[in-house]
């Protein structure tokens, strides 16, 4: 899943190399923690979110078919915007 998003998200930014995703996997749960560089959080987050939902719509596409429940967030200095995207 990491490496999904690391494709995706890097292809969007214009700093992909100060970009950091942390994943965290608890049994069926994964949580992805996307930390882009100050500059590219607002081409992460997109206008009105449209982007950051697409990604997450992404992952819980993948998620559906990994058999796993996904939770992407975004950070920037400890501050965290937490959505889940589940495989119902």
């Known amino acids: 899943m990491k490496e999904f998003l690391e ?7 214009k700093h992909p190399d100060e970009m950091k995703i942390e994943e965290t996997v608890e ?8 930390k882009p560089a100050k500059e590219d ?6 206008k009105e979110g449209r982007t950051i939902n697409n990604i997450r719509a992404l992952a819980r596409a993948k998620a559906i078919k990994d058999n796993v ?8 200095d400890g501050e965290s915007e937490e959505a889940e995207s589940t495989n119902s």
């Open 27 to 34: 049994g069926s749960i994964v949580r992805i923690l996307i």
């Open 41 to 46: 959080m607002g081409v992460v987050i997109g």
């Open 7 to 13: 494709y995706i998200v890097k292809n969007i930014v």
């Open 69 to 76: 429940k996904v939770y992407v967030d975004i950070s920037e």
